[in-house]
């Protein structure tokens, strides 16, 4: 396909003002306008006719198939000497064209997800530079948007480095944990519930039990991508916030030796990585975090936790994030909840709404304020009685502010893992 360029357009347009000119000089030389106007038609067909021919195979970019939230990406064309575009969506935005270099497209990742390419265009110039040659093609390459895990690596050695330098060891031999292993004379620094009050008495000794943890254990992070996760908290919405969380107890969780399973679920399971095991399947995980979406739609609890149970083989410990906003659209998921409550362990992790807590410790000095305020007493006492209601379930409950809830989940992972 031949195209004129804006050197050609600008020339065409040019025998406008001049037709207006001779024709006030002369009536008749409003033809020598027209023939200005054929002749650069020509030349552009000429042109275009001599830029080299454009193939198939030119129609292909290559770059980084992955990159981090805010980074910059730039895509190659596999030919030199022609110029690229590409239709491409969220999350990642062209940057300025002065940035550009010659077949190079660069973008910058602007959220984490998923940028789908629809399109690529290829063009080659000619001699004259008034048409070049184009050619496109769809296509169905991706590159991931993945989160920023420096914070994530350092916060995960930092809490693995303190647990083993201060007793409570994510992976202790013997000492702390739930599988009994032997009895042994009780020492200063140990736990007087450890103390064994029936040998003790048998022996007239004081005898305490020894554990040893369990290893291999299952978790699963089961992340709620619907409407209400990708409303923001504290200006960062509560799915990337629980992402993060998630990814650095499960840095923490391999490093134990358990494994792992990251799974995304809105009106339907949308993600699943599997079951990880090791240090290096940390990798995994990253890339399935960027599949975890931002949802407009209501959460389908029922049909992605059954999803989830029928995927499980054995007991696991099913770490979930969601958010709710009243009783009655959270009756689905404690019905959900309860069910898998029959056969796992369930930990229901939660931020709490700094904005209404702001509204209702807010002295009021207006009557919108006495409004606002009352509002949100509301809001938080509905919430308070879904939360008791998961607790009378048996389901545990972690609910923290949105900067402090990654560590305290980690720290909390710690502690859980080590009691029966």
Known sequence: MIVPTQRAVALTLLAAPMALLLGVVRPDGWLLAVAWAAGVALLVLLDGLMAPRVRAADLRVEGASAVDVGGTVALAGVTPGLAYAADISSPLEALP???????????????????????IWARASGPLGLAYRQRSAATEDSIRILPDMRPVREQGMRQFLR????????????????????LTD?????ERRAIDWKATARHLSLLAREYRTERDNSVVFAVDCGRTMSEPVAGVPRIDRAVSAALLAAFVALKSGDT???????????????????????????????????GAQESNFTLSLVALDQ????????????????????????????????????????????????????????????????????????????????KRLGIDVLEAGPDDLALALAERYVRDRERP
């Open 186 to 190: 009780f020492q200063p620094g140990m």
């Open 97 to 119: 064209s002065p940035k550009r270099k010659g077949n190079t497209l660069d973008f910058t990742a602007t959220r984490r997800g998923t940028a789908r390419f629809s399109r």
């Open 311 to 390: 995927r499980l083989q054995r007991r696991s410990l099913i770490i979930l994030f969601s958010e709710f906003t009243d009783p009655t659209s959270a009756e689905l998921m404690l019905t959900a909840a309860a069910r898998m409550r029959k056969r796992h362990r369930l930990l229901f992790v939660l931020f709490r709404d700094i904005e209404l807590e702001a509204f209702l410790e807010a002295r009021p000095e207006t009557a919108d304020d006495v409004i606002r305020a009352n509002v949100a007493h509301a809001l938080l006492r509905e919430r308070r009685i879904v939360i008791e209601r998961l």
């Open 163 to 182: 647990s083993r330098q201060f007793g409570t060891r994510i992976r202790p031999e013997s000492g702390d944990g739930t599988e009994f292993q032997s």
């Open 260 to 294: 792992v399973r990251l799974f995304g679920f809105a009106g339907r399971p949308t993600a699943d990585s599997g079951s990880i095991t090791g240090a290096r399947g940390f990798a995994t995980l990253h890339r399935t975090a960027a599949e975890l979406d931002y």
